[in-house]
Every structure is written in C-alpha cells, then in structure tokens.
C-alpha cells in the first residue's frame, strides 16, 4: 500500500493571472500582491522624503525597486514559512543581543579604593567564645531527661 502525501496542495500556487481574457504576462501570487502593493507605497514616500519629485522616471524607479524588494520579500516566504513568521524572525534577528566588538572598561585605577591611615585592629572577643551574635548550639538533652538515662551505656554487671 502506498501512502499519498499532501505535497501536491502546496505545489499549486495561488495564483493571479489577472482578469479573464485579459491576463498579465507574468505570473504573481497572492501574497506577492499583498506585500508588493504596500511595499510601493512605502518606497514612494521614501523617495519623497529624499526630494526626488513625482514623475514618470521617479515612479518607474519605484516600481522598479518595489518589484526586486517583493521578489527579495516572497522568495522567503512558503506555505511552510508564512509571511508573519518571516517578519517576527527578522524582528527578532534586528533586536538579539550582540556580542560587544570593544572592551568595555578602561584601565584599572586605584581612585576608587578608600584608604584609611589607621591599620583595622581586630574586634575584641566574647567571652562565650563562639561568632559574634551565634549563640553556642544547646546540649542535646538536658542532664536529668529520660532520654539522656537510655543513651547511658549499660552498667557493668556482675564483675
């Protein structure tokens, strides 16, 4: 018995050739119209805000960009990689923590040592002995308690 598997669904792109009996000469999936057209709106305003004027040159150049960005753009994206997983890794690729190419630091000085001209005495002793604020640890059982009898070794009897 031989088991099919569902490879041949992903195969098929979803596909826009344009309206009936009129269709484009290339082929464009969905997502890529999805992503291009923001995209060309988005590069439009960037070259506004460069001061490159609107004209046919400038937005011929535009769309030139747009097309090679969303081809960049949809050649990562699958129906296994979807183009929210796609931008979430990217986000998250811009913000990981890098390792640092210079030292952090400078040369060591000694500016932030405190220094006291008086040599530090040692701290008088407690009489108790034992660490300072420890009490000594208590006797396992008290002298007259039953259960200190029972730790007794047996007397020796008949000798």
């Known amino acids: ?10 195969r098929v792109d979803a596909v826009w050739l344009g309206p009936p009996k009129a ?14 057209v923001p995209l060309f709106l988005v590069v439009l305003a960037v070259e506004r805000q460069i001061g490159i004027g609107f004209d046919f040159f400038s ?6 960009i747009t097309i090679a960005l969303t081809r960049i753009i949809t ?23 890098r390792e640092r190419r210079t030292p952090t630091g400078g040369a060591a000085s000694a ?3 405190r220094v006291n001209r008086e040599r530090p005495r040692p ?3 407690r009489r108790g002995g034992g660490r300072r604020g420890v009490a000594p640890p208590p006797a396992p059982y008290p002298p007259d308690s039953p259960a200190r009898a029972r730790r007794r070794p047996p007397a020796a009897v008949g000798r």
């Open 111 to 113: 500016s932030k040592i």
């Open 75 to 97: 050649s990562k994206i699958s129906h296994e990689r979807p183009l929210g997983a796609v931008f979430t890794m990217w986000f998250r690729e811009l913000h990981a923590p």
């Open 23 to 36: 269709t484009f000469p290339w082929r464009a999936r969905y997502v890529a119209w999805g992503v291009g």
């Open 1 to 10: 018995m031989r088991i099919r598997t569902d490879d041949e669904i992903y």
């Open 123 to 125: 701290r008088a002793r």
């Open 59 to 64: 937005t011929a150049w535009g769309l030139v």
